[in-house]
């Protein structure tokens, strides 16, 4: 419609509606057409020239002011964290169910804890979506990607772990060093005053959510329970079975191991060690209610387990990217035991 106008002699053009709003040709070209990158007062400003100019008639302003659908993309990592499955089953069911009303949604797997292939994703599906939802690995080419996109005028939104980036429009999840903190002092206070050792498993410090929560651990064992010694941290790639073989090779090399605290995802494989080697005396803390932990809470081979709702997270990713000046609260930590299992 649009490009036929502007090709007829003696008609306005999309030249006549820029000069008159005192814009480039190329804001009028994504005004009318729909495309990002352009702020809401350009937008108006850009439609009421070309109304003006009658460029556009009620029928066409109509089509354009009418509000249409997000199209949102969730990039979350591959592999076998259970969680993160059950969350990719979350989003597959609300793309089965959504309606004409509802968001437009897709949600894809990429490679896991590889910074040059969540980048290149992020990149690609820019070229589709007015808003992305991710779990963010801290790496610069991921900030590189981030910055170039959030130009384009998509929404940025991180989730689980964030990027701390100023091109983000938003974080959802917890606050991950006070959920830290909160694993180190239910751990310092169930090993009861025995002295010995302690230890962290995680996916990767490439995830901020897995740093920041070990410092808050560090920093709560150091001033409230400096008789327990930390052991290194092990990189588990929250994957069941590296998990597993991290757990036996601590509980060979620290006889005195009395806790664990896994701060990624893939418990079952930790659960299983324990379980194999009869150490139920070890307090072991974990992430993400899903079969493996509900099963592993049930047995007696886990503690406790700090748990966010598939739904709640991703309605809230949704939300952030639909009303991006809201400002959006870290969500509420929810710690399950054997006894409260919903």
Same mark, same amino acid.
């Given at each position: 419609?649009? =490009?036929?106008?502007?090709?007829?002699?003696?008609?306005?053009?999309?030249? /006549?509606? !820029?000069?008159? !709003?005192?814009? =480039?040709?190329?804001?009028?070209?994504?005004?009318?057409?729909?495309?990002k990158g352009v702020k809401e007062r350009t937008r108006l400003q850009v439609l009421d020239a070309a109304v003006a100019l009658g460029f556009l008639g009620s029928a066409d302003?109509? $089509?354009?002011?009418?509000?249409?659908?997000?199209?949102?993309? +969730?990039?979350? &990592?591959?592999?076998? @964290? &259970?969680?993160?499955?059950?969350?990719?089953?979350?989003?597959?069911?609300?793309?089965?169910?959504?309606?004409? =009303?509802?968001?437009?949604i897709r949600c894809f797997f990429i490679e896991g804890f590889n910074a040059a292939a969540l980048a290149e994703a992020i990149r690609r599906n820019a070229v589709w979506a007015?808003?992305?939802? +991710?779990?963010?690995?801290?790496?610069?080419?991921?900030?590189?990607?981030?910055? %170039?996109?959030?130009?384009?005028?998509?929404?940025?939104?991180?989730?689980?772990?964030?990027?701390?980036?100023?091109?983000?429009?938003?974080?959802?999840?917890?606050?991950?060093?006070?959920?830290?903190?909160?694993?180190?002092?239910?751990?310092?206070? +169930?090993?009861?005053?025995?002295?010995?050792?302690?230890?962290?498993?995680?996916?990767?410090?490439?995830?901020? #959510?897995?740093? %920041?929560?070990? #410092?808050? *651990?560090? =920093?709560?064992?150091?001033?409230?329970? &400096?008789?327990?010694?930390?052991?290194?941290?092990?990189?588990?790639?929250?994957?069941?079975?590296? @998990?597993?073989?991290?757990?036996? #090779?601590?509980?060979?090399? @620290?006889?005195?191991?009395?806790?664990?605290?896994?701060?990624?995802?893939?418990?079952?494989?930790?659960a299983r060690a324990l379980t194999e080697r009869a150490r139920q005396d070890i307090v072991f803390i974990g992430h993400g209610l899903t079969r493996d932990t509900r099963n $592993?809470?049930?047995?007696? #081979?886990?503690?406790?387990? +700090?748990?966010?709702?598939?739904?709640?997270?991703?309605?809230? !990713?949704?939300? !952030?990217?639909?009303? &991006? /000046?809201?400002?959006?609260?870290?969500?509420?930590?929810?710690?399950? *035991?054997?006894? @409260?299992?919903?």
């Amino acid at each position: 419609m649009c =490009s036929e106008r502007t090709s007829l002699p003696g008609r306005v053009q999309m030249v /006549d509606v !820029a000069a008159r !709003a005192g814009v =480039s040709l190329a804001t009028v070209d994504r005004v009318i057409n729909r495309r990002k990158g352009v702020k809401e007062r350009t937008r108006l400003q850009v439609l009421d020239a070309a109304v003006a100019l009658g460029f556009l008639g009620s029928a066409d302003l109509r $089509a354009l002011t009418t509000s249409q659908q997000p199209k949102i993309v +969730f990039l979350l &990592p591959a592999g076998t @964290n &259970p969680y993160l499955r059950d969350l990719g089953e979350h989003l597959r069911e609300r793309v089965a169910a959504q309606e004409e =009303s509802s968001p437009r949604i897709r949600c894809f797997f990429i490679e896991g804890f590889n910074a040059a292939a969540l980048a290149e994703a992020i990149r690609r599906n820019a070229v589709w979506a007015d808003g992305i939802a +991710f779990f963010a690995i801290d790496h610069p080419e991921v900030r590189e990607a981030v910055a %170039e996109v959030a130009l384009k005028g998509v929404k940025l939104v991180t989730i689980v772990s964030d990027l701390g980036h100023a091109d983000c429009d938003a974080y959802v999840g917890h606050e991950n060093r006070s959920v830290g903190r909160t694993a180190g002092l239910l751990i310092g206070r +169930f090993v009861n005053g025995r002295e010995g050792t302690v230890a962290l498993v995680a996916g990767s410090r490439h995830y901020r #959510a897995h740093s %920041e929560r070990e #410092a808050g *651990f560090l =920093s709560i064992q150091e001033e409230l329970f &400096p008789h327990l010694r930390l052991v290194g941290m092990r990189e588990g790639h929250d994957d069941s079975g590296q @998990n597993y073989r991290h757990t036996i #090779a601590l509980l060979d090399q @620290n006889p005195d191991l009395l806790g664990i605290y896994n701060v990624g995802g893939s418990s079952g494989g930790i659960a299983r060690a324990l379980t194999e080697r009869a150490r139920q005396d070890i307090v072991f803390i974990g992430h993400g209610l899903t079969r493996d932990t509900r099963n $592993a809470l049930v047995e007696g #081979a886990m503690d406790a387990v +700090f748990n966010t709702d598939p739904g709640t997270l991703i309605d809230r !990713a949704i939300d !952030a990217i639909q009303k &991006p /000046d809201r400002p959006v609260a870290p969500m509420k930590l929810e710690i399950i *035991f054997r006894e @409260n299992l919903p």
